[in-house]
């Protein structure tokens, strides 16, 4: 499709586009869309990096608290990518030692009470100040493009951007926001999910399309909403052309998150390592700080933690692998928040020609689709690693096969050029159809 053609896009997310996070995945969606054409308004406390985005629009939370104390903070802050660097780094506003900061880390952890005050420190009359409506003006948005999160601000700005504008809303969904119900004692947490829900109803009835990152969750919400929504599956740049390195021993990489009992995963891959052979170890590249999740794994001997490292060393490290990991937790609040998810990892473990271990809960989306795919080495039980494990170390046909159905999923699923022309049309299609049917009305 001809750049020209394709619509002004505004993204409305927690975090803009960045190789070595989870937003990598915008890449499957905006790949060929002129940078002039896309701006995004995001609320992680951190610049932004070079990406798909020309423009940038910054609220933080910090920023709205100073905020309701003194009316000189100002809640906004722009960015263009001709000014931006390659990697991450945090903004001085908001990384001072003070009781703001001290704020902020409780408040990433997320609680029905963090949720609901969220929503109170969100108001409008705080985030659209003159400097973004001026900004939002001026790039003059045809399309919002929503990626969904579990704050209500996020969704509130899209459907709010959307109604002002008169556009359509193209929703990103990449996980359960609505089904992964938990029993809790506290009323807040039903308070928060009865206003969650009810927002969310708005946003899948108003004009526009869906996309999911899975068959499995795309069929659970057009059924719930009656929509017809697509999936689009990630792709990677990780391919190493099967040139998989003779080590021995084995090198064993991991790369990613180790939360929600991933840690408990790896560690049990550890151990069965560790029975098959005492030299078997694990490298395991996380940006994970907190030691709540570190400790599992620290000082354990078949594990060597390796710490964050950008994505061209991803890239790098992966080729010297032997075998790839990608796993998810095995316990019941693990499985309700992964269910229906499909990580970045399962694009980078089918394109990359590594052979790879899939270890966790049948339920999970991730683990589900690597059994489907028949493609990696699926372990779904921990009584059986150590057998499976040394099985499939072993059995270097095995291997090969895998790879080779590896290529054809990729083929079919994961390539850029599929998942590009895909959205395109989407977004374009939703565009042309919300002009003729409502160009002259408003939504309500």
């Known amino acids: 499709m001809d750049s020209n053609d394709l619509p002004r896009v505004l993204i409305v997310g927690t975090v803009p586009y960045n190789k070595n996070s989870t937003s990598r995945a915008f890449d499957a969606y905006f790949h060929n869309w002129p940078k002039e054409k896309l701006a995004q308004i995001f609320s992680i406390n951190k ?69 609901l005050m969220r929503k109170w420190l969100w108001k409008k009359k705080y985030w659209y100040t003159k400097e973004l409506q001026d900004w939002v003006e001026t790039f003059n948005p045809q399309v919002i493009f929503l990626s969904f999160s579990d704050d209500f601000f996020i969704p509130e700005i899209a459907l709010f951007m959307a109604n002002k504008f008169n556009i359509p809303i193209i929703s990103s969904i990449s996980d ?11 009323p807040l947490y039903y308070i928060y999910r009865r206003k969650y829900k009810k927002l969310i109803d708005k946003i899948m009835k108003y004009p526009g399309d869906v996309i999911y990152i899975s068959d499995k969750i795309r069929d659970k919400y057009n059924d719930y909403y009656n929509r017809h929504g697509e999936t689009i599956y990630l792709s990677s740049e990780l391919n190493t052309a099967n040139q998989v390195p003779n080590n021995n021993p084995p090198v064993f990489s991991y790369f990613g998150n180790i939360r929600n009992g991933r840690n408990e995963s790896l560690k049990d891959i550890a151990d069965a390592l560790q029975k098959i052979d005492t030299n078997y170890r694990i490298n395991i590249y996380t940006s994970e700080r907190d030691n ?3 400790k599992v794994l620290k000082n354990h001997q078949g594990i060597n933690l390796k710490g964050n490292i950008p994505y061209s060393q991803v890239v790098k490290e992966t080729a010297n692998s032997s075998f790839l990991l990608a796993v998810e937790g095995m316990k019941k609040k693990d499985i309700v928040t992964t269910k229906y998810s499909l990580s970045t990892k399962v694009a980078d473990c089918l394109t990359s020609g590594i052979p790879t271990i899939s270890y966790g809960s049948i339920e999970c989306g991730m683990i589900s689709y690597m059994m489907k795919s028949n493609a990696v080495c699926v372990i779904t039980k921990k009584e059986e690693l150590v057998i499976k494990l040394k099985e499939f170390i072993d059995n270097i046909d095995m291997q090969k096969e895998y790879l080779m159905n590896a290529k054809k999923i990729v083929a079919s699923n994961h390539t850029l050029s599929n998942s590009n022309a895909l959205f395109e049309k989407i977004v374009c299609d939703a565009y042309d159809e919300f002009v003729s049917l409502h160009k002259n009305s408003k939504i309500n």
């Open 47 to 115: 610049t932004p990096t070079k990406g798909h985005c020309k423009y940038f629009f910054q609220v933080t939370d910090q920023r709205l608290l100073k905020r309701r104390f003194s009316k000189k903070i100002k809640t906004g802050k722009t960015f263009d990518d001709d000014e931006l660097e390659n990697e991450w780094k945090d903004n001085s506003l908001e990384t001072q030692n003070t009781l703001y900061n001290q704020l902020y880390k409780r408040g990433r952890k997320k609680t029905p009470f963090i949720f």
């Open 292 to 294: 709540k999740f570190l």
């Open 176 to 186: 359960d926001y609505i089904f992964n119900n938990k029993f809790s004692l506290s």
